[in-house]
């Protein structure tokens, strides 16, 4: 079996992505923890980056989504740090 660069990307990806799961499945993040939101985040920028140069553009598109549901979720905690400091 002959690894490429590539192939380690995209197992890094898929192994921060099931990392995020498991970690939240045994109850050590939460699903609104930024280490959860930032696993997501990076292993879907990984699978996209495995992905595109596959040209499995429809599993390109998941991770597109999965992206910018991560990056929203980032978002939404810094937002929720901040109205919490204001008060």
Do not use: P
Not at 6 to 27: E, K, P, Q, W
Not at 55 to 84: C, P, Q, Y
């Amino acid at each position: 079996m002959n690894f490429h660069l590539l192939d380690i990307v995209g197992a890094i990806g898929a192994g921060l992505i099931l990392l995020g799961f498991y970690r939240t499945s045994i109850g050590k993040w939460t699903n609104r923890s930024i280490w959860y939101e930032l696993d997501n985040l990076a292993g879907a920028t990984l699978l996209m980056i495995y992905n595109l140069q596959n040209r499995a553009f429809i599993s390109v598109t998941l991770d597109i989504i999965w992206i910018i549901v991560a990056f929203r979720g980032i978002t939404s905690i810094n937002e929720r740090r901040v109205k919490h400091k204001k008060r």
